[in-house]
């Protein structure tokens, strides 16, 4: 059943252009500049009142809550907060009703999640889960859904349903934004265009990952690591650090590239590899500086950069190529990127990579 995969995981690695595919299939429209979401049974004029939304999700799902807060706030003009589940459950959030609350979850039964998705309903927001269980509980507990189509995912590290959820995220922020007035439709079909290329895209990703792998030689005998990016590439180092961290035991934080010199430059040294994730965009100079601050203690730097990005070479140790993409979906292509990196420094530790101790893939107790 892994296809000739050694691990589930590398399989599902490998899935990421079909489950994306069938994640927008039949609901984009390149013509119009619209995406169709009729699952999710809400009115124009609810759409137009909305006043904020709030994403709660756990682990990954939450890592791609941020990049969704982004989203909203960049393509519907929507002020976002992304909650940590277990924590907005017992904090004394302020919603009076006109909120949009997001739950994001995979296997559609954190436990967590589902009680703060219950939690937000009686404040009487509306609810939106987007899971890749068809009939999971979360899917009783919202009042609609919006699923990411990437068939089960057996690995405990979450791969192909985290990009997935990225994709209904953008999905639904052209949707709401297209509604609200804020995204243009020339802008929405740019984007549309863009997504329907990136399973060749990926597809370019995986039929390169010799040199991936070459790299991730340099970390197996690591301890510690650090995961840089910016504003969509947050999530991204983010995300990066916890699949490190979950399959190959290697102490992994990922930093908002801008907070560093506010106390971690403390723990860079040539034994603390960062990987910097820098692919273009309007943050593209900020993060070439933080590059310096890191290359000027001794770290190895690997940057995810653009295929045509030559300038990168001269700052780097290690380039990891990416195909340019449109700047709001390239942490899709990223994130693919990392996973990859990931999974072979697992496997050069000889980790347990489908079944990491103490991790289970659905979290169903608090
Ligand atoms: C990471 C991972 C976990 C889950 C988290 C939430 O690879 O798998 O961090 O993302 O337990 O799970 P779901 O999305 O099922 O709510």
């Not at 859904?145 to 590290?157: C, D, F, K, M």
């Not at 290697?250 to 506010?262: D, R």
């Not at 050069?348 to 101790?357: Q, T």
Request: proline share 3%.
């Amino acid at each position: 059943e892994k296809a000739g995969y050694e691990h589930f995981m590398l399989k599902e690695i490998h899935e990421q252009p079909t489950s994306i595919q069938n994640t927008f299939a039949g609901k984009l429209s390149e013509l119009e500049g619209t995406v169709t979401l009729d699952e999710l049974y809400l009115e124009r004029d609810e759409i137009k009142r909305l006043k904020r939304v709030t994403i709660i999700a756990c682990g990954t799902s939450w890592n791609a809550g941020i990049l969704g807060k982004y989203l909203f706030e960049k393509l519907a003009g929507l002020h976002t907060d992304v909650e940590t589940a277990s924590e907005f459950r017992y904090s004394n959030p302020v919603l009076c009703g006109e909120e949009l609350t997001i739950a994001i979850t995979q296997s559609g039964e954190t436990a967590d999640t589902l009680a703060a998705v219950r939690s937000s309903s009686s404040y009487g927001c509306r609810s939106i889960a987007i899971t890749n269980v068809v009939g999971s509980t979360i899917t009783r507990e919202s009042d609609s859904v919006l699923y990411t189509r990437s068939g089960p995912e057996i690995g405990v590290a979450a791969t192909k349903t985290f990009t997935a959820q990225l994709v209904a995220l953008y999905m639904l922020a052209i949707h709401l934004g297209r509604i609200r007035g804020v995204v243009s439709a020339n802008e929405a079909k740019d984007l549309i265009v863009g997504m329907k290329r990136l399973p060749g895209q990926i597809q370019k990703i995986l039929n390169k990952k010799e040199m991936i792998k070459e790299c991730a030689a340099q970390f197996a005998d690591k301890r510690d690591c650090f995961f840089i990016g910016r504003y969509l590439n947050y999530p991204v180092a983010l995300e990066g650090a916890l699949k490190l961290k979950e399959i190959s035991y290697i102490h992994a934080e990922g930093y908002a590239a801008g907070e560093l010199k506010h106390g971690p430059l403390a723990l860079i040294t040539d034994e603390t590899p960062v990987v910097a994730i820098a692919t273009r965009g309007h943050t593209y100079e900020k993060i070439l500086s933080n590059i310096k601050e890191v290359k000027a203690r001794n770290a190895t730097v690997i940057a995810v950069a653009d295929d045509d990005d030559t300038e990168i070479d001269k700052y780097v140790d290690i380039v990891l190529r990416v195909p340019s993409s449109h700047e709001l979906l390239a942490p899709v292509l990223s994130s693919v990127v990392l996973q990859l990196l990931s999974y072979y420094t697992a496997l050069a530790k000889d980790c347990s990579i489908d079944k990491p101790r103490n991790l289970a893939k659905s979290v169903t107790v608090e």
